[in-house]
């Protein structure tokens, strides 16, 4: 059996190189109110403002970027309920690569309708009752394409770890680090950041209450499978961690915590209100956490990462309404 070799904060470095210039170093905001709320300082990482609205750019630029040129004729396969495949769509068209994403049926009409602006050719599934590796593995022998995975890959995760990296430039040491987490490459990426960076940092990933196999498998100490979860955080509903992402979530993870979909509504307005951002409800995962924890915050210096703030328009409103 091959041993699987993770990769390092140098990873994240040489991918923080190569998408210089090409992807945004994104915002890191600050709110009195949430910091009077918390009794703390909390920065926030936004990555709702980078290139296509999310932090997949990150790894799936390092990715494609690294393609020799046999792959960059024949082109990517990826799966993805939204953002990865933005990502890979976008990055894809500015490197010249063709792109096929397979994408559920329910996936937000905005994310698909992005994904073909791109100029990939989308392939639907059913998320409940057809396997997307499969047929992104299919679709790759089958037409010779290199299949890149929404998380577990290394230069997918070295990627997302930038997100982070900026952060503690930026700010400094923190205490604590809050981030989504669905199959784990942005909390994974973000963990060989932290520990490189700031290693006496917290770090806390934070999945939807009804889809916590993250939270199962660090604690069981082995990967938890689960259905696919009914929740609003369309970014997480994972059924389970990758090899790579959990062999860095165990070492080097200090908790996983979970939200409802009702405090992810309430962490919605509160960014649409008082911060003026449009944040989908996986980019809440962070916030949301870091508010039901605030007794444990007051004095401490808190980062969370905004994963994203893709959402249709009409969901948005009928959840604020809520």
Do not use: W
Not at 55 to 62: E, I, L, S, T, Y
Not at 144 to 173: C, N, R, S
Not at 184 to 207: F, H, M, N, Q
Not at 294 to 308: F, H, M, P, T
Request: some cysteine.
């Amino acid at each position: 059996m091959q041993t699987l070799v993770l990769p390092t904060y140098d990873d994240v470095v040489a991918a923080a190189q190569r998408i210089e210039g090409h992807a945004h170093r994104t915002p890191v905001l600050t709110s009195r109110t949430v910091d009077a709320e918390l009794g703390a300082q909390v920065f926030f990482k936004c990555e709702n403002f980078q290139r296509m609205g999310a932090f997949k750019f990150r790894g799936a630029f390092n990715a494609l970027s690294k393609f020799d040129a046999t792959q960059r004729k024949h082109g990517v396969v990826a799966f993805s309920s939204g953002n990865h495949a933005q990502g890979i769509g976008l990055s894809a068209r500015l490197l010249g690569i063709p792109a096929t994403i397979v994408m559920p049926h329910d996936a937000p009409a905005a994310k698909v309708a992005a994904t073909r602006e791109y100029g990939a050719t989308v392939v639907s599934y059913d998320r409940y009752t057809q396997d997307r590796e499969a047929i992104g593995r299919q679709l790759a022998e089958q037409q010779g394409l290199t299949l890149i995975p929404p998380y577990d890959h290394p230069d997918i995760l070295a990627g997302q770890g930038t997100a982070a990296k900026e952060l503690f430039e930026e700010v400094g040491p923190l205490d604590a680090l809050f981030v989504c987490l669905g199959g784990g490459g942005l909390l994974s990426g973000s963990a060989l950041a932290t520990r490189a960076l700031a290693p006496d940092c917290k770090l806390y990933g934070v999945e939807p209450e009804a889809g916590n196999d993250g939270q199962q498998s660090l604690r069981s100490g082995s990967i938890v499978k689960i259905d696919t979860p009914k929740t609003i955080a369309d970014g997480a509903q994972t059924q389970y961690l990758g090899n790579y992402t959990f062999g860095i979530i165990k070492r080097d993870v200090d908790d996983i915590l979970t939200a409802s979909d009702a405090q992810l509504v309430e962490a919605m307005r509160f960014f649409a209100e008082r911060m003026k951002m449009v944040v989908e409800p996986t980019g809440c995962l962070g916030f949301a956490a870091a508010r039901a924890m605030a007794d444990e915050l007051k004095g401490q210096r808190v980062g969370v990462i905004i994963s994203g703030g893709n959402i249709d328009l009409d969901n948005y409103a009928r959840l604020l309404a809520r």
